[in-house]
């Protein structure tokens, strides 16, 4: 599953060895005031991107954050 409807713009349009980033998320998740911080490396070229969700949109996508996320 990609995730890349979570990132923003500016890091989907960077340079990826393949034609695009496919990004998913990584076991590494961090909550801060109000947001919470999830970490994605890209499935092709290892680039990391951190996106902060606001509580919600965490809460929304948390099932699949989980599932999908790459336990090391």
């Known amino acids: 599953m990609n ?3 979570l990132l923003p713009r500016n890091e989907l349009i ?3 060895v393949a034609d695009k980033h496919y990004f ?3 076991s590494h998740i961090e909550a801060t005031l109000g947001y ?3 970490r994605f490396r890209c499935k092709n ?3 990391l991107a951190t996106v902060f ?3 919600e949109e965490y809460r929304i996508n948390e099932n699949i954050i989980k ?3 790459e336990i090391k």
Request: positive net charge.
């Open 3 to 5: 995730f890349n409807h």
């Open 14 to 16: 960077s340079k990826c």
């Open 24 to 26: 998913l998320p990584t």
């Open 36 to 38: 919470i911080a999830v």
């Open 45 to 47: 070229c290892n680039r």
């Open 53 to 55: 969700l606001s509580e």
């Open 67 to 69: 599932k999908f996320g």
